[in-house]
Nanobody, 122 residues
Framework: QVQLVESGGGLVQAGGSLRLSCAAS????????MGWFRQAPGKQRELVAV???????NYGDSVEGRFTISRDNAKKTVYLQMNSLKPEDTAVYYC????????????????WGQGTLVTVSS
């Protein structure tokens, strides 16, 4: 079974920091881009950050300059370093991998993590 497992969420005060991790497990041949999305109650899911297999990154406007996405290809893990956290950052954060192959020449599958809750208090 191939899956993404997030960790690192929790409760933090405004201005603090957290680092989220997302590890891909199972039989995986290749992973292209990976990213983070988030969703707060009553709001649409929004893009937080994306990183390509080569290391190029893009960020949502609301987190630009505060969050940093990175990855360790050997560990098949993507990270999200969150600094200067605001109450508006409170949400469930989901790891995303839109193009995953489990064998050479096989179809590209889309994977989502189960989500990890980040709560930022005032």
């Amino acid at each position: 079974q191939v899956q993404l497992v997030e960790s690192g969420g929790g409760l933090v005060q405004a201005g603090g920091s957290l680092r989220l991790s997302c590890a891909a497990s199972g039989s995986i041949f290749s992973i292209n881009a990976m990213g983070w999305f988030r969703q707060a109650p009553g709001k649409q899911r929004e893009l937080v950050a994306v990183i390509t297999s080569a290391g190029s990154t893009n960020y949502g406007d609301s987190v630009e300059g505060r969050f940093t996405i990175s990855r360790d290809n050997a560990k098949k893990t993507v990270y999200l370093q969150m600094n200067s956290l605001k109450p508006e950052d409170t949400a469930v954060y989901y790891c995303h991998a839109p193009e995953v192959r489990t064998y050479w020449g096989g179809p590209q599958r889309e994977l989502w993590g189960q989500g990890t809750l980040v709560t930022v208090s005032s």
